[in-house]
């Protein structure tokens, strides 16, 4: 299994079903052009509901603008600093450092800016959805002219 899987059966009456343990062996390039390291999700432990994920954002690079379509998102950020611009035309937008946690509610246009030109941020993903990328569709935006 490219993914590293490990399962363990739990013990007749203990709850039923079983753990599961993901390696990610590489990153994997998304839609909103990032590098994801895939952890839980349907494909890789039989997810239902949830998914997590480690994102990892290069030095001055930024994500596509996109949106969840109907399902919530939450970051931890491990490192690095991030603005995340978010809202109708990202005209909002909020920073956040180590230690931070992160929600972003379902359908909201959001894009993740590393502000930093020499490290990558890296940021601990979960969502409501099983899919690594079901669920993601790209938010058609246009930079006023000048804003870059």
Known sequence: MSQG???WRNKPG??????????PSAGTETLQKLSYFVGISD?????????MNLVVIPPGARSEPHLHCGFETAIYLLSGRVQT???D???????????DFLYIPENVPHQAVN???????VGLVARNCAGEQEDV????FEPPAGAD
Do not use: F, M, W
């Open 43 to 51: 494909r890789t432990a039989g997810a239902r509901g949830i998914s």
């Open 137 to 140: 569709q790209l938010y058609p």
């Open 85 to 87: 611009c978010y809202g």
């Open 5 to 7: 899987r490990r399962r």
């Open 115 to 121: 502000l930093s030109d020499t490290e990558p941020a």
């Open 14 to 23: 203990a709850g039923g079903g079983e753990v599961v343990t993901v390696h």
């Open 89 to 99: 035309d990202l005209k909002r937008s909020v920073i956040n450092g180590p230690g």
